[in-house]
T-cell receptor
């Protein structure tokens, strides 16, 4: 199996600004999923992008995928205090186990 | 559809005891995975069950075990609890969609070992 490596490890921005976080992985994938985790809670599924897609939108979220560079990015536009959380990417290949990196800790400053 | 449910949500046990955690997947999902999350080690994969069979396994000692029932509900058991087993235990269910496997998590069970 493989895990995604999120970058940066921590990010602080002003409310209303855009936040971008990146994910890198090592082998071919079928899809890549992004999750959000608020402190001490379960992971919330944000968005899934297929390996043959390059970009996907969901509300204020925009995800890109570059399979040639084995990387993905998550953009959150017009950030809100409620976006403060840790964000994880999860590249998936077949039925291999899904493992996780350390995530990006996003802090929105009011 | 109801999401992944985990019971109990909070649990306090004493060192040396054993504990059983339960997970009910989203209806129609046949795969259930378990994770342990601690501040020091992050999110670590324990095991995955699919159609009552263990399909993938992480690097945890034999004190950690699991099983899956015919209705896809899963239980995880930890025997001879140690202080270091204090963690958030997350369950996730998966289904095979057009884009490959999609995985959804439950709210977790917070286990404290004293």
């Amino acid at each position: 199996s493989q895990q995604g490596e999120e970058d940066p490890q921590a990010l602080s921005i002003q409310e209303g600004e855009n936040a971008t976080m990146n994910c890198s992985y090592k082998t071919s994938i079928n899809n890549l999923q992004w999750y959000r985790q608020n402190s001490g809670r379960g992971l919330v599924h944000l968005i899934l992008i297929r390996s043959n897609e390059r970009e996907k939108h969901s509300g204020r979220l925009r995800v890109t995928l570059d399979t040639s560079k084995k990387s993905s990015s998550l953009l959150i536009t017009a950030s809100r205090a409620a976006d403060t959380a840790s964000y994880f990417c999860a590249p998936r290949r077949g039925n291999e186990k899904l493992t996780f990196g350390t995530g990006t800790r996003l802090t929105i400053i009011p | 559809k109801a999401g992944v449910t985990q019971t109990p949500r909070y649990l306090i046990k004493t060192r040396g005891q054993q504990v059983t955690l339960s997970c009910s997947p989203i209806s129609g999902h046949r795969s259930v995975s378990w994770y342990q999350q601690t501040p020091g080690q992050g999110l670590q994969f324990l095991f995955e069950y699919f159609s009552e069979t263990q399909r993938n396994k992480g690097n945890f000692p034999g004190r950690f075990s699991g099983r899956q029932f015919s209705n896809s509900r899963s239980e995880m058991n930890v025997s001879t609890l140690e202080l270091g087993d204090s963690a958030l235990y997350l369950c996730a269910s998966s289904f095979l969609g057009l884009a490959g496997y999609e995985q959804y998590f439950g709210p977790g069970t917070r286990l404290t070992v004293t």
